[in-house]
T-cell receptor, first 116, second 113 residues
Framework: NAGVMQNPRHLVRRRGQEARLRCSPMKGHSHVYWYRQLPEEGLKFMVYLQKENIIDESGMPKERFSAEFPKEGPSILRIQQVVRGDSAAYFC??????????????FGPGTRLLVL | DQQVKQNSPSLSVQEGRISILNCDYTNSMFDYFLWYKKYPAEGPTFLISISSIKDKNEDGRFTVFLNKSAKHLSLHIVPSQPGDSAVYFCAASESGNNNDMRFGAGTRLTVKP
């Protein structure tokens, strides 16, 4: 029973390029959450998606960031025209339940983005 | 604004002794609190939780204490083991929903053999 998969695990981009981060939730989970962890800080909620729907994107920066969770395939977090400040660890989590906070959120290993 | 604070970035204890990790919060509307454990190169994994109607929750070697009046919670690990060495994140939720969890910056625990 594979856990939450994220790829790539490490991603290096130059300023102005695009970064695409992928997340495959656990089998049977249809709810995906993206978090960002800046150096020396905790995880910050970015966006909550269900299949083909963005439910809550209140934590997403207004520009350059977008997320999707198509009917087929992984969830994608896309960052356009990356800047150095985007360098962080991006974690994806999935849950089988609609939105309750109990211990049912499972995290992936993260993608570490470095912008040169 | 940092609504959940873990003021100690690191903690070192001897194997067999008690580890106490602390967490403070500012939002009095938080009503559910969780601790996550994170090993290097892995994602956080859920450890233990407590709702605001309780002041203590115990699971084996792990106990979480909640002091609502002080807006403070702590995680006690006793006895500490070298395998407990990890970063511990405190998290809190106001609505009970996954999408409003707020995390602290983490405390790196090192348990020395």
């Amino acid at each position: 029973n594979a856990g939450v998969m994220q790829n790539p695990r490490h991603l290096v981009r130059r300023r102005g390029q695009e970064a695409r981060l992928r997340c495959s939730p656990m089998k049977g989970h249809s709810h995906v959450y993206w978090y960002r962890q800046l150096p020396e800080e905790g995880l910050k909620f970015m966006v909550y998606l269900q299949k083909e729907n963005i439910i809550d994107e209140s934590g997403m920066p207004k520009e350059r960031f977008s997320a999707e969770f198509p009917k087929e395939g992984p969830s994608i977090l896309r960052i356009q025209q990356v800047v150095r400040g985007d360098s962080a660890a991006y974690f994806c989590a999935s849950s089988p339940l609609p939105d309750r906070v109990q211990e049912t959120q499972y995290f992936g290993p993260g993608t570490r983005l470095l912008v040169l | 604004d940092q609504q959940v604070k873990q003021n100690s970035p690191s903690l070192s204890v001897q194997e067999g002794r008690i580890s106490i990790l602390n967490c403070d919060y500012t939002n009095s509307m938080f009503d559910y609190f969780l601790w996550y454990k994170k090993y290097p190169a892995e994602g956080p994994t859920f450890l233990i939780s407590i709702s605001s109607i309780k002041d203590k929750n115990e699971d084996g070697r792990f106990t979480v204490f909640l002091n609502k009046s002080a807006k403070h919670l702590s995680l006690h690990i006793v006895p500490s083991q070298p395998g407990d060495s990890a970063v511990y994140f405190c998290a809190a939720s106001e609505s009970g929903n996954n999408n409003d969890m707020r995390f602290g910056a983490g405390t790196r625990l090192t348990v020395k053999p």
